[in-house]
């Protein structure tokens, strides 16, 4: 695929019962194992910022 863009990957090792638990909720949300992992990691980083900058206001 020329011009397709390139994402880089990465390789994790996951205890089974984490794998497992993971699988069944990429069922349940209609998303690919990799699509779950994406999205779980984009939302707690989300989750983090909006607290770092909920802390910034309360320091000012």
Do not use: C, F, Y
């Not at 990957?9 to 990429?26: A, D, Y």
């Not at 699509?35 to 909920?54: F, G, I, Y």
Request: hydrophobic share 35%.
């Amino acid at each position: 695929m020329e011009g397709a863009r390139k994402i880089p990957t990465l390789q994790v090792r996951l205890p089974e019962q984490l794998k497992v638990w993971l699988k069944h909720k990429s069922v349940d949300n209609r998303r690919s194992l990799n699509s779950e992992v994406v999205t779980r990691l984009e939302e707690s980083r989300a989750m983090e910022l909006s607290q770092l900058q909920r802390d910034s206001v309360k320091r000012q």
